[in-house]
């Protein structure tokens, strides 16, 4: 599970799209085990980062609230082709990830 | 006599630090509190939420704010929510949905590039509004979209 994603980025009329899939299991906490009937601890992803050649483009703060392997999209101004775009993420346990991708 | 001074005391004390957290919390500028926003994300009462994480209760409404949603989502545990906006200096988008446990579900700190877009996929405990709120330059605008939920997505 650890540290999978999959980022697609590509330019279409001057704007590059980005549409990024972390896969994390996002537990609320609130949740019970069926068979043992203990809470499942909370796990979920707290910060997403996004970077484009290094700079800053995007920062998401998620709550338990965001669903089982989180999908976003956005767009953004500014990349050519062949640009670099980071994408890092840290959850509520210490965990964290990064995966990097080139714009097409 | 002895005992009431101590307790007495003891809840001047207690109210005392939460002031002062509080305060801390609000003069704290935006940028600094770059560091996820736990207490937004922990309080589980919509207006309180939105208090907590933009400091104010205060919004407009835009029709400059577009929130696209499912108008019925068989599974809460997935929903795909998509703002967008004409506002020009959009700072931050952030999804609200207040059944659920913890209203605020995902928030979105824009940089000058990035356009006022944004898709996600959210839970939603049962059918609910789900409120975007939208800062741009320096205000507040708010829209919003009803969701019916078939099935919910928030454990139980």
């Known amino acids: ?104 | 006599m002895l005992n009431n001074r101590r307790t007495f005391l003891k809840a001047g004390m207690a109210t005392g630090t939460l002031a002062i957290a509080t305060g801390a919390g609000l003069l704290t500028p935006r940028s600094v509190l770059a560091a996820w926003p736990e207490k937004a994300f922990k309080t589980k009462k919509y207006p309180a939420a939105l208090q907590a994480l933009t400091g104010t209760d205060q919004l407009t409404d835009s029709d400059t704010i577009v929130v696209k949603a499912p108008d019925i989502a068989e599974n809460g545990a997935v929903v795909s929510v998509t703002v967008t906006t004409s506002l020009p200096k959009v700072e931050n988008i952030s999804m609200f949905v207040p059944v659920n446990a913890f209203p605020l579900s995902a928030s979105f700190d824009m940089s000058t590039t990035t356009d006022g877009f944004i898709t996600g996929r959210i839970k939603m405990a049962k059918t609910s509004d789900v409120i975007a709120v939208v800062k741009a330059d320096g205000k507040l605008y708010t829209a919003k979209k009803t969701v019916k939920v078939t099935l919910g997505g928030c454990g139980g």
């Open chain 1, 1 to 104: 599970m650890a540290n999978k994603m999959k980022i697609r980025a590509w330019i279409e009329n001057d704007k590059t799209t980005v549409k990024a899939i972390i896969f994390h299991p996002m537990e609320t906490g609130l949740r019970k085990d069926k068979k043992s009937g203990k809470p499942i601890p909370a796990h979920y992803i707290t910060e997403v980062s996004c970077e484009h050649n290094g700079k800053s483009i995007l920062k998401c703060m998620w709550g338990p609230g965001v669903s089982k392997n989180p999908f976003f999209s956005f767009r953004f101004a500014g990349a050519k082709p062949g640009d670099k775009l980071k994408i890092s993420w840290v959850d509520n346990q210490g965990q964290a990830g990064s995966s990097e991708s080139q714009i097409s």
